[in-house]
């Protein structure tokens, strides 16, 4: 398998497109600005209501909307927590190792939340769900920081492992390694890439996350609430932090600093790939360049085609997703019905997997299988859909197919699913549309005028939809010809998948 990460930065933001041997499988998009709430985040917050009916509290973090804080989300811990941020507020205590530091006795897991926070107290909380639609963040006040191979928990003791390994010869070798280095107070997670580490590895790990905590405990004295006091890393690290590995092959970037960043990065995690993260310097925008834009509009409509005729039809309600899977005008004449239909589904799972990563959907996932009637078939399909899933980051369970071909998927949803309009306006909405030749002539009078105001100007191109890209280059006696033996210069054309019917624009060599 070969892995590429695409990174197109602009003014106001930044995409990072996921590639698995040329086919998208995962956009993200960061905000250059202060983007406030991205999971993992840590504030600290002033407690607002405590809801005795609901055993929960609403918290400022900053949001519009208070976060919520459910009492099973403050972390046995959250006495020692309390004690901590009292001492260090003052500004006289600094030794944030916890070594020293007395933990106090775990809370009843079936308490009261009104007898451990009060209105107005000072908390240290973690965004553990961004805010979605009308709802504000969901907190948690049970700390982790999150570093390549291992996960670190202040104010806890317990070590623990990832269940995706799966070797308990493995396992227990990491909590060997991991007791040996592990500092008093905090407690250790080791996370799936952990596996057959060295303990210089881990060690090294673990030293960079604790710095990251002591630099958080420093900007606590004399800080306003509510204000964000730890950040996520940019996405770009967070991505790479998380799904960094052998298959990679690709990280290409528009931005140079951009790129310095991530080289400095990868100095850390994984040197030997550092040579495989290139400036993107061609003309052609770097989307176009690797297929993405066309993907993006192909990939998030309701329809979603596959090969050989088959597609899925997506629907969204306020409870759950619904995907049908449709044969289309597939047929197989030496296969029977059965086999057609298992055929189709192992496609379609492999697909629903794809999109449930590429939109980021979450919730309950209800897929309408082509029904099967042989209980192996189901359990063949059961087993494709798991294994296809199997790269997803994000916590999933899927129950077996019922015997109707449903199946049933929960998929975590920490932030906003990702909604792209694949449909543009139509150009035709009042009755009338200018012909494509009237188009032409405005491209022809934009493109004698930039020639009349620069006599010099070399190399330009001109962006346009596809279709009208391919009416201007039609044929031998193309209009771009045309162009040519008029104005004695070569205009290259791009098409660009991203641009609507009418939409054109000149670029110059230097963009």
Not at 132 to 139: A, E, F, Q, W, Y
Not at 221 to 230: C, D, E, G, V
Not at 420 to 430: A, G, L, Q, W
Request: hydrophobic share 35%; with cysteine.
């Amino acid at each position: 398998m070969k892995t590429e990460l695409i990174i197109r930065s602009t003014s106001s933001d930044i995409d990072f497109a996921l590639l698995r041997d040329g086919r998208l499988v995962e956009l993200n998009k960061e905000e250059t600005g202060d983007n406030k709430f991205a999971v993992g985040d840590i504030f600290l917050a002033k407690i607002g209501k405590v809801m005795g009916g609901l055993n929960a509290a609403f918290v400022n973090v900053g949001y519009p909307k208070d976060g919520f804080l459910h009492y099973h989300d403050l972390g046995p811990q959250v006495q020692s927590l309390n004690k901590f941020i009292k001492k260090v507020s003052t500004g006289k205590f600094k030794d944030f190792s916890l070594k020293n530091f007395p933990l106090e006795k775990d809370i009843d897991k079936d308490g009261e939340i009104n007898e451990v926070l009060k209105t107005g107290q000072n908390l240290l909380v973690q965004i553990v769900k961004e805010p979605i639609s009308t709802k504000g963040p969901r907190i948690s006040s049970e700390l982790s920081i999150a570093g390549r191979y291992l996960v670190l928990v202040p104010f806890s003791d317990r070590i623990s492992v990832s269940q995706k390994i799966e070797d308990n010869k493995e396992k227990e070798r990491l909590k060997r390694l991991v007791k040996s280095i592990k500092p008093k107070g905090f407690g250790v997670i080791l996370r799936t890439v952990a596996e057959g580490k060295k303990v210089a590895e881990l060690d090294k790990d673990l030293q960079n996350s604790l710095e990251r905590w002591k630099t958080m405990c420093k900007r606590i004295a004399n800080t306003n609430t509510p204000t964000k006091i730890l950040s996520e890393l940019n996405r770009a690290s967070s991505i790479l932090r998380d799904v960094m590995n052998d298959s990679f092959t690709n990280i290409v970037t528009n931005d140079e600093a951009l790129k310095v960043e991530i080289k400095e990065y990868l100095q850390e995690i994984y040197p030997e790939k550092e040579s495989i993260v290139k400036l993107h310097r061609s003309e052609t925008p770097i989307f176009e360049k690797y297929g993405i834009e066309r993907q993006i509009k192909t990939g998030f409509g309701k329809t979603v085609s596959m090969s050989k005729g088959a597609y899925l039809v997506i629907e969204h309600t306020e409870a759950l997703h619904v995907i049908d899977v449709n044969s289309g005008n597939r047929s197989n004449k030496a296969k029977g019905q059965e086999e057609t239909a298992l055929e189709v589904n192992l496609i379609a799972a492999t697909e629903v997997a794809r999109q449930l990563q590429l939109r980021d959907m979450g919730g309950i996932i209800v897929v309408d299988f082509i029904d099967m009637k042989s209980a192996e078939n189901r359990q063949k399909l059961y087993q494709h859909l798991k294994e296809a899933m199997s790269l997803d980051r994000t916590k999933h369970k899927i129950l077996p197919p019922s015997k109707f071909g449903l199946v049933q998927i929960t998929r975590q949803r920490v932030r906003q699913e990702l909604e792209i309009k694949t449909t543009e306006p139509n150009p035709n909405k009042n009755g009338e549309v200018e012909a494509p030749i009237v188009l032409i002539e405005k491209i022809e009078i934009e493109l004698e005028r930039i020639l009349n105001n620069n006599k010099n100007c070399k190399g330009i191109t001109l962006n346009v939809h596809p279709f009208i890209a391919a009416y201007l280059t039609k044929g031998l006696n193309s209009i771009r010809f045309k162009w040519f033996l008029k104005h004695k210069k070569w205009i290259k054309i791009l098409p660009r998948d991203s641009y609507q019917y009418l939409n054109y624009k000149f670029f110059y060599k230097k963009g």
